[in-house]
């Protein structure tokens, strides 16, 4: 990069079926200071009411109306892009996520071979999950297996976002930077509650993609909701729950749950229901809206599933909880996961080992209904165990302020065009 006045950086957020990479990558250049960096971020139009309410300034691209419009020319996508390289002089693109960038080339016209090709700019990705340790090799859910291509072996600059990434210094090529998620207060103070305590739901578009075709799956997506109503219904309590996600439950709702679903929320506005929320629940292990919760304070809990049962022979035999014959009857076999409902969880094991962030929240068997209700009733109610993940917290953002800046990390990285 040029030490010639500001550095003009393009980010690239091309996924549209959740916002959870452009939110990542906007966090990121959020920090980046406005006297040292010039940004730009481009987006499928869809998404760029999103990024606009972070600040930002967006350069969207058209994204078809239908999956497959035949009036939809990628082409078109591809000259934008390049008219918009020639007017901002990038010296920096950086994908929010190399893979979903290049699973947008049918409509967008760009990939990683392009950006490296074409364009004589340096070229960076976000690695969220560490993909190198895992050798690109990602397990879904039910037990198939795909090798991602090395596709962040094309960049020249890495960047890993902590949490979920550990909190320390790389390898050179490599900057390693906490998250801010909205310049939130490290730390929350509790107020007084003076109605019943709201639980805090959220799911994106992609939770409802069968990746691998699997009925394992396919019954999971069914099943999770009722599961997660199952578990809420069995504190016999009065509770709020605030479901911000694309479809409301279509089950009716037990009668002390006051269910308040919204399809969607911008981006200040989602992180104050958030943070006011009294417990986030979630089953995505690398849920952004997880990391927002901890660097706000908020108890949260993740239901994941370490092991195989075989569900569809406990209730043949009658030996299944009643709660699960109940909840979940149309589903057969359940299979580890870390992630609801795409599975990922041998590709997470590395980046998750032996890292602090996993001690900052409660994590419980999805299908373990006394661990999962003793869970829920200590983070509502029990002041040392609330106490004990707000200690964690406070030791894992002393090492995210340990980190250096966003800035700094891009200025000593010393990128210089091809």
Known sequence: MSGVGPRRVL??????????????AADF???????????GFVTAAPVAPYVRATGLKVFPLEYPARGSDPAHDPRRNLAAFDRLVADFEPDLLVAADAFTLDYSTA??????SLLRQRYDVALGSFDQYDYPAADYLVDFYGGHRTRFPRLLEQCDLLIRNSPLNRPAPSEPGIVVSRMVCGGSAPMRVDRHRTGPPTVFLTNSRWEYVNVVRSPGMAQLMLAMPRIIHGHLAALQRPLRVVHVGPA???????????????PKLPPPDFHARLASADLFVTGNAVSVTLTQAVLAGVPSLLLDNHKILDVGRLLASGSAPAWLAQTAPELTIAYPY?????????????VLTDNPYVDCFRSAGVFERRRVLRAMTELLDDPAARAGLAGAQAALLD??????PAGDALDAAKLTGR
């Open 107 to 112: 409509w967008s016209g760009l990939s990683m």
């Open 338 to 350: 870390r992630v609801f409902p795409w599975g990922w969880h041998s590709f997470l094991t590395p």
């Open 29 to 39: 250049a959020r920090q980046l200071p406005a006297d040292r960096f010039e940004v």
């Open 399 to 404: 090492r995210l302020d340990a980190l250096p």
């Open 248 to 262: 409301r439950w279509d089950f009716p709702v037990a009668e002390q749950i006051d269910y308040r679903h919204v």
């Open 11 to 24: 980010f690239l957020g091309l996924g549209h079926l959740s916002n959870g990479d452009v939110s990542i």
